[in-house]
């Protein structure tokens, strides 16, 4: 089975603070995600990477920044946590797109729930 | 712009009732579609998908949805809902980005309670 695990399930900083949070998976995906889960908003892409090094801004990346060093990790970083980025940040994963269809299936984490104070 | 709706925000439901939550998008091909469920407290999991084919599709947990072009919609549905359905409910769609990433378009979810 597909795992993918999130460093900490609640997580409680102060405003200012540099907040990161880590994302892993085991199954060799090349392509990883970082979302913003807010309710009657649905989910939100923030960021992905689709390989090692490589990183894209999503839809709402301003107050964020992620690293991708190795593929199986993709970490999200608060460079200055503010209030309004409190929410539920979900990672996700899955294989690059090969022609396959029956493979663009997304694998989400836990997700870590994050307050800002 | 490729997007997909969900027009119930919460819905309610007794115990061995049948359930049907919307999923409209706009397309201009023939869509990608996910449902997704998020359990309280819990990340998503995949519940079905439909690529091409049979417009009915079945998944996981008894849920089933069906793809209607005419109606741009994907419709989940189970015949008798269990206590432990209660859950968030997500539609999604993915969009093709740069290096062949496909991100995924989410719907704004539908909260499901279900009645004793």
């Known amino acids: 089975d597909v795992k993918v695990t999130q460093s900490s399930r609640y997580l409680v900083k102060r405003t200012g603070e540099k907040v990161f949070l880590e994302c892993v998976q085991d199954?060799?995906?090349?392509?990883m995600f970082w979302y913003r889960q807010d309710p009657g908003l649905g989910l939100r892409l923030i960021y992905f990477?689709?390989?090692?090094?490589?990183?894209e801004k999503g839809d709402i990346p301003e107050g964020y920044s992620v690293s991708r060093e190795k593929k199986e990790r993709f970490s999200l970083i608060l460079e200055s946590a503010s209030t309004n980025q409190t929410s539920m940040y979900l990672c996700?994963?899955?294989?690059?797109?090969?022609?396959?269809?029956?493979?663009?299936?997304?694998?989400f984490g836990p997700g870590t729930r994050l307050l800002v104070l | 712009a490729q997007s997909v709706t969900q027009p119930d925000i919460h819905i309610t439901v007794s115990e061995g009732a049948s359930l049907e939550l919307r999923c409209n998008y706009s397309?201009?091909?023939?869509?990608?579609l996910f449902w997704y469920v998020q359990s309280p407290g819990q990340g998503l999991q995949l519940l079905l998908k439909?690529?091409?084919?049979?417009?009915l599709v079945q998944g996981i947990k008894g849920f089933e949805a069906e793809f209607k072009r005419s109606q741009s919609s994907f419709n989940l549905r189970k015949p008798s809902v269990h206590w432990s359905d209660a859950a968030e409910y997500f539609c999604?769609?993915?969009?093709?980005?740069?290096?062949?990433?496909?991100?995924?378009?989410f719907g704004s979810g539908t909260q499901l309670t279900v009645l004793p």
């Open positions: 996700a994963s899955k294989k690059v797109w090969s022609g396959h269809l029956d493979l663009e299936t997304q694998y």
């Open positions: 199954m060799d995906h090349e392509n």
């Open positions: 990477s689709y390989d090692v090094k490589m990183k």
């Open positions: 397309y201009g091909a023939t869509p990608y």
């Open positions: 439909y690529f091409s084919g049979d417009t």
């Open positions: 999604a769609a993915p969009l093709l980005t740069s290096g062949s990433a496909r991100q995924l378009t």
